[in-house]
C-alpha cells in the first residue's frame, strides 16, 4: 500500500505531539539529535536577549541558533525519510554511515561555531591563528560531508522505498540529490569567493531572522534554498501526489526544474552584487 503524503498510514500526523512521536519511531537516535539541537537552539535564543555583544553587525548567538536549527531540521528531516525503509535497511551499513556522519560531523561544526560565538569571536573565515585556519578547513570539510550523506539516502530510497507513492519517491529523491548538488555548490561558492557578501556595506543591517543583505549580493540566499531541497521538494511532491495522483510525476519533475532554475537565478542575482531584496 503506498502512501501519498509524507506521513506513513501507521503514522497520521494529527498534531506536533504525534509528529513527534512518529519521527522518534522512525530513527531514534537521528530524531533525538535533532531535537536536542532545536532545544540548544532555544536556550541560545534566550542567551541572545541577555548578551549584547554584537558580531558583524548582528548577536553574537544569532549565527549559532541559525545553524543549530538548520541541522537540527537536516536530521530531523532525515530521520524521517530513514523511516521510509525497510527495517533490515535501516540497520544496514550505508543508513549507519549516513546516521553517524550527521550526527559527527554536526556535532564538530555546531560546537566550534557555539564556542567562537562564546568568545565573540567569527567561526568563518577566521584564519587569525594557525589553529582558527585548521578549524576552518575542517569546519568546510565537516559541511561537505554532511550535506553528502543525502546521496546515499536518496540511493536507499530510491531502491527500497517501496512504500511511496512513485511521485513522492521521485520528490524525496531529487530534493535530497539536489541538496548536495545546489546546498554545497553554493556553500563551495561562498569559501571560494572568500565570503557570502558581493558588494554592498560591510556590516549592513540585513533581513530580520535571515540576515541577508539589503544592500547588495548575498550567496547565502542560493545556499539556503539548495540546503532546503532536502523539505522543499519532499512537500511539493506530496501535495502534488494528493492532489493529482495521474500527473503527479511529470509533474515532480516540472516543479524540481523550475526550483533549479529558481535557485541558478538567484545565485546569479548575488553574483552580480544585486540583493534579493534592497532597503
Not at 542567551?47 to 536530521?75: I, T, Y
Not at 551499513?93 to 564538530?108: E, L
Not at 554592498?200 to 547588495?216: E, F, K, M, Q, V
Amino acid at each position: 500500500m503506498s502512501s501519498t503524503t509524507l506521513p506513513l498510514p501507521q503514522d497520521p500526523v494529527r498534531g506536533p505531539t504525534t509528529l513527534l512521536r512518529a519521527v522518534r519511531r522512525r530513527d531514534p537516535i537521528l530524531a533525538g539529535f535533532g531535537l536536542a539541537l532545536l532545544a540548544l537552539a532555544i536556550v541560545l535564543g534566550v542567551a541572545a536577549m541577555l548578551d549584547p555583544r554584537q558580531l558583524h553587525g548582528e548577536d553574537v548567538w544569532a549565527k549559532p541558533a541559525k545553524f543549530l536549527l538548520s541541522v537540527g531540521l537536516f536530521a530531523l528531516t532525515s530521520a524521517w525519510f530513514a523511516g521510509e525503509l525497510p527495517e533490515a535497511r535501516r540497520r544496514a551499513v550505508p543508513m549507519r554511515i549516513v546516521r553517524w556522519t550527521i550526527i559527527g560531523a554536526g556535532t564538530f561544526e555546531l560546537a566550534y561555531i557555539t564556542w567562537q560565538a562564546a568568545l565573540g569571536q567569527p567561526s568563518h573565515f577566521n584564519e587569525s591563528t594557525p589553529f582558527h585556519t585548521v578549524m576552518f578547513a575542517l569546519m568546510g570539510i565537516g559541511a561537505v560531508a554532511l550535506t553528502a550523506t543525502t546521496l546515499p539516502l536518496a540511493r536507499e530510497i530510491a531502491r527500497h522505498g517501496t512504500g511511496l507513492s512513485p511521485a513522492l519517491r521521485l520528490a524525496i529523491v531529487l530534493g535530497l540529490v539536489l541538496t548536495f548538488i545546489l546546498g554545497a555548490g553554493a556553500g563551495v561558492a561562498i569559501s571560494v569567493h572568500g565570503g557570502h557578501a558581493v558588494g554592498g556595506i560591510p556590516d549592513h543591517p540585513g533581513l530580520p531572522l535571515l540576515g541577508w543583505s539589503t544592500a547588495g549580493g548575498d550567496l547565502r540566499v542560493p545556499h539556503f534554498l539548495g540546503i532546503h531541497a532536502q523539505q522543499l521538494l519532499p512537500l511539493a511532491g506530496a501535495a502534488l501526489a494528493a492532489a493529482w495522483p495521474e500527473r503527479a510525476r511529470p509533474a515532480v519533475w516540472l516543479v524540481s526544474a523550475l526550483f533549479v532554475l529558481v535557485t541558478l537565478a538567484v545565485f546569479a542575482q548575488a553574483v552580480a552584487g544585486r540583493p534579493l531584496i534592497g532597503m
